[in-house]
């Protein structure tokens, strides 16, 4: 490892202690990734925690959208040098900062690694006034992002019941257990009938990975299918904030529970539920 590295990975394991630093990747596109960190972001960041969300899905940029938000410019500019990152961060509240990720090059791996360290320095630097920096690293997490940051992160591994979905997940896990030694992923099962298929989902994942990979899962949440979901992503306004009690949201608060021992109110009644959207259109 070059002296940069070194320096780099130094920063971040003597990183704040209450900082947290989650990354949500799969091993399959499509399964709700970028869904799950936006409104994460945007339900940590009215619970006061100061969020950076890096979008760091290059291929597909996407977490602008399901914010309704613009950029002008992206962490592209950074890397050639065109634009520093305090220039390209959008604000979405006075709590939540968005660093856009920009298309042309596929995957964060493609960038070259003196440019990803000089990057992930400056992301260090502004993390000071941070609690939470959250990362969509899109589908497989990239090699190097993983040699540098290493155990400084929590991951998600993000799966819905469909085999290849399963299996992409599966294949990403043994990655970061063979060659990262990460004993701790946690997983968020998403589009699931109902709460026992979530539950055997994690269960078959979870069994495989100890039987193969000698390694246990813990499920940080799950979602069953939501339909409000498609058409918040319509409509450019995060389900959060819209639709606090539907199902998808609830599963955002369980995340933020799990994580952050919040104990955010979590209404699962239906009833009740049926009265708050009553009154929310009234
Ligand atoms: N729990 C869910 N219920 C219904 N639709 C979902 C759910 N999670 C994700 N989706 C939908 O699946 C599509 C892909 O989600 P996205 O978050 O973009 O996935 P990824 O970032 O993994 O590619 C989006 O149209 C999104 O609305
Ligand atoms: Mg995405």
Do not use: W
Not at 8 to 21: A, C, P, S
Not at 190 to 210: G, H, L, R
Not at 229 to 253: A, G, V
């Amino acid at each position: 490892m070059n002296d940069q590295a070194k320096r780099l990975r130094e920063l971040v394991d003597t990183n704040k202690k209450n900082q947290k630093v989650i990354a949500v990747s799969s091993g399959k596109g499509g399964v709700g990734k970028t869904s799950i960190v936006a409104n994460m972001a945007v339900a940590l960041s009215n619970i006061n925690k100061k969020v950076i969300l890096f979008d760091g899905d290059l291929g597909l940029a996407n977490v602008d959208i399901v914010l309704g938000i613009k950029t002008k410019y992206s962490i592209i500019d950074v890397i050639n040098k065109s634009k520093t990152l305090e220039e390209i961060i959008v604000d979405y509240n006075t709590n939540l900062k968005i660093i856009p990720a920009g298309s042309g090059i596929e995957d964060i791996s493609n960038v070259a690694e003196n440019d990803l360290i000089e990057l992930l320095e400056k992301l260090n630097e502004l993390s000071n006034q941070t609690d939470v920096l959250l990362i969509d690293t899109g589908a497989g997490i990239s090699k190097k992002v993983m040699t540098l940051l290493k155990n400084a992160i929590d991951i998600i591994i993000v799966a819905t019941p469909e085999p290849t979905s399963m299996a992409d997940a599966y294949a990403t896990i043994k990655i970061l257990t063979l060659n990262y030694n990460r004993k701790d992923i946690k997983m968020f099962v998403n589009m699931t009938k109902d709460k026992s298929e979530a539950q055997s989902v994690f269960n078959n994942m979870n069994n495989i990975c100890e039987k193969f990979l000698n390694t246990k899962l813990e499920m940080a949440s799950y979602s069953i299918f939501d339909k409000n979901l498609p058409n918040s992503i319509k409509s450019q306004k995060p389900l959060i904030l819209d639709y606090p009690d539907s199902s998808f949201s609830i599963s955002i608060k369980r995340l933020i529970n799990y994580f952050f021992s919040q104990n955010i109110k979590i209404i699962d009644n239906p009833i009740k539920k049926f009265f708050n959207n009553l009154f929310r259109r009234l």
